[in-house]
């Protein structure tokens, strides 16, 4: 049987949006909700086509998890008028990036991705120019400890910004994720804070359970893509001319070099600065002209981030990573990683404070931790810093006096470990990759320099002294 993608619907009304796909005879839909877009008002003022545009583009890039199910052919049904040759180069490579770790996961290394059906559509109008608002930038806001370093680097360097919160279904509730957000907003000063709401029904599903003949074996979805395109009606409505990001220098950086492809398989493409070129390059040529986004910590390692959070004790405590159980499952390499580089750079107490356990004693964590160390065959997937910042930490943690089973391997594995090439790396602030617009970068590279500094300073101290 051909597996097959199929748009079957695209509905919205002032403030929603619902996408309904078919895979085979299965049905999907995912639906979002702007907290203050008014579409209507959009398609008045841009055109009804153009909107359908950009719902299309919405759409699509949330239907790409669909390609974890393996599917042979894509039928974009009523919305293939909007498929153009740009779109369908652009989805592909997305797809063939993203899905680099679903491939490996599911040992298909020659998997191409599924053919697209139909002919290209004719090339779109031209781009628009967005209406300039009040304030010219909208970070994005997660929750975690990346957001809360870059609105504080935005407010160190005077640059005024509003912020975006998303939450998904399948993170658990919507009114439990917004406030956890808010907990952290407290601390922080954006101009205003805009929300999307998304309930998904796919990847929900037991789809993998109850569908063994798909043959697949785990779920993927491009996140940071599908969230780029769907920020867009905000970006329309209120004018904001830049998208700030938080994404950190090892986004770059993959999980393992796959022997069988030749390839970079990273967990964390999405986040890397070849996509939000791509992705910059795409939408600047066919939807807004003067729009693009960035990460704002892109020239620096989490080395650097971490030692950032000194200072904001009660910030930090706001801060939520978990992509399993929020705020923490204290289970999970993500809770893991960040309780190790919290436990290394901030107060012990502090640390205590927040997660209650000792993550080195869980053997839940033990094959997370070898992993990070790289003492396995690739590193965690999920978004983390790379094996000598683990090692780094872990060799604080000891110098700190802390202790448990996942020191003890630590220890076995790591008489010594050479501190001074990895900090003259990891220290590094990068000038070069990076999306930054001009007149920021002027302003934020210099904070940059000084805040690795001061890391060095402090990781020196650490390293020099036998207990915190």
């Given amino acids: 049987m051909e597996r097959e993608i199929r748009f079957e619907s695209l509905l919205r009304s002032r403030q929603q949006l619902s996408f309904t796909y078919m895979f085979d005879s299965l049905r999907f839909e995912t639906a979002y909700w702007y907290s203050d877009v008014d579409l209507f008002a959009l398609e008045a ?14 759409m699509a890039f949330e239907a790409n998890k669909l390609l974890s199910l393996c599917p042979h052919t894509v039928d974009f049904g009523p919305l293939a008028p909007y498929a153009t040759a740009p779109f369908r180069r652009l989805w592909l490579q997305v797809a063939h990036s993203v ?14 991705g599924p053919v697209l059906r139909a002919m290209p559509a004719p090339a779109a109008a031209a781009p628009v120019a967005n209406v300039p608002g009040s304030v010219e930038t909208l970070a994005f806001c997660g929750g975690g400890k990346d957001s809360l370093v870059a609105m504080k680097l935005l407010e160190k360097v005077d640059i005024p910004y509003a912020t975006f919160v998303y939450s998904s279904s399948i ?8 406030q956890l957000v808010d907990r952290l907003l407290q601390h922080c000063q954006p101009a205003k804070t805009h929300r999307k709401y998304i309930f998904d029904s796919f990847v929900d599903a037991p789809v993998l359970e109850l569908y063994p003949e798909f043959g697949s074996r785990s779920i993927t979805a491009a996140e940071t893509p599908a969230s780029i395109f769907g920020v867009l009606p905000v970006v329309l409505q209120h004018g904001y001319r830049y998208i700030a990001l938080a994404h950190e220098r090892s986004a770059n950086t993959g999980n393992l070099m796959w022997d069988v492809t030749d390839e970079d398989v990273n967990h964390q493409w999405g986040k890397s600065f070849a996509a939000e070129q791509l992705l910059n390059s795409y939408i600047q040529t066919e939807l807004i002209s003067n729009f693009s986004y960035f ?25 939520h990573s978990c992509n399993i159980r929020k705020p923490w499952c204290g289970r999970c390499p993500k ?15 502090l640390v205590d404070d927040i997660f209650g356990e000792n993550l080195f004693d869980l053997p839940e964590n033990t094959e997370s931790f070898r992993q990070m160390l790289g003492l396995a065959k690739h590193t965690p997937f999920e978004c983390i810093g790379q094996i000598p910042e683990a090692q780094l930490a872990f060799e604080i943690c000891k110098r700190k006096g802390l202790t448990g089973e996942a020191m003890t391997l630590y220890q076995q594995h790591f008489l010594t470990l050479e501190t001074a090439e990895i900090l003259d790396r990891y220290l590094q602030v990068d000038a070069q990759a990076s999306g930054i617009p001009q007149h920021y970068f002027d302003r934020i590279l210099p904070e940059l320099e000084v805040q690795a500094t001061k890391a060095r300073v402090a990781i020196d101290r650490l390293l020099d002294r036998a207990d915190a």
């Fill in 335 to 349: 809770c893991a990683y960040v309780w190790l580089n919290y436990m290394a750079y901030l107060p012990t107490k």
């Fill in 45 to 58: 003022r841009l055109g009804e086509r153009y909107m359908q545009s950009i719902y299309f583009h919405i």
């Fill in 295 to 319: 990460s704002l910590l892109q020239p620096i390692y989490d080395v650097v981030i971490f030692n950032m959070l000194r200072g904001e004790d009660e910030a930090v405590k706001a801060t």
């Fill in 171 to 178: 993170y658990g509730t919507a009114s439990h994720q917004h």
């Fill in 99 to 112: 899905w680099a770790q679903w491939r490996y996961e599911n040992d298909l290394p020659f998997y191409q």
